[in-house]
T-cell receptor, first 115, second 115 residues
């Protein structure tokens, strides 16, 4: 069964320092993995996705993630945090079902950016 | 244009009311979804429509009734809800349900409060 585990419920960084949000996945075959961001009182925005092409995936707003099969990880990184990055981030795996696919969300990581 | 539009943004309803949430997309997508997000929790799938037919119902109570009048519109009819149904209801769409590479685009959500 496909699932994801976000290892940190909260991460706090200073503006201008690197961001690392950790996600491990469980899947019996090559997964489709996503990172979504949700700003306060807003909907979900796709940051990036991995679908078995390049293992290093670049997304919007300077974020990127690396798919590591040996570690079953898909961590999200950004070299330099900006105040506007403060939000909740969800690591997501696509789960195959009999009549289609559905997204299974991790518990979320709240990113706080200090000035 | 990667936009999913949801109305209303906020809805307060009594437990005996009947109301509807509406969702619209003009990306030519043939799969549409309803997700429910309780406070401080990740989104959870409720329903999936594929080519205007209900393909997945995640054991949602019958007081929630989805409807897909055409390929661009998705409604969620609400009747006799309970206070614990208060949540953010997110609509989403994708090209179809079958491909693992498809991106699922989310709307901003409708905040529902049941009093």
């Amino acid at each position: 069964a496909q699932s994801v585990t976000q290892l940190d419920s909260h991460v706090s960084v200073s503006e201008g320092t690197p961001v690392l949000l950790r996600c491990n996945y469980s899947s019996s075959y090559s997964p489709s993995l996503f990172w979504y961001v949700q700003h306060p009182n807003k909907g979900l925005q796709l940051l990036l996705k991995y679908t078995s092409a390049a293992t290093l995936v670049k997304g919007i707003n300077g974020f990127e993630a690396e798919f590591k099969k040996s570690e079953t990880s898909f961590h999200l990184t950004k070299p330099s945090a900006h105040m506007s990055d403060a939000a909740e981030y969800f690591c997501v795996v696509r789960k195959s079902m009999e009549y289609g696919n559905k997204l299974v969300f991790g518990a979320g990581t709240i990113l706080r950016v200090k000035s | 244009d990667t936009e999913v539009t949801q109305t209303p943004k906020h809805l307060v309803m009594g437990m005996t009311n009947k109301k509807s949430l509406k969702c619209e997309q003009h990306m030519g997508h043939r799969a549409m979804y309803w997700y429910k997000q309780k406070a401080k929790k990740p989104p959870e799938l409720m329903f999936v429509y594929s080519y205007e037919k209900l393909s997945i119902n995640e054991s949602v109570p019958s007081r929630f009734s989805p409807e897909c009048p055409n390929s661009s519109l998705l409604n969620l009819h609400l009747h006799a809800l309970q206070p614990e149904d208060s949540a953010l209801y997110l609509c989403a769409s994708s090209q179809d349900v079958g491909s693992s590479g498809n991106t699922i685009y989310f709307g901003e959500g409708s905040w529902l409060t049941v009093v």
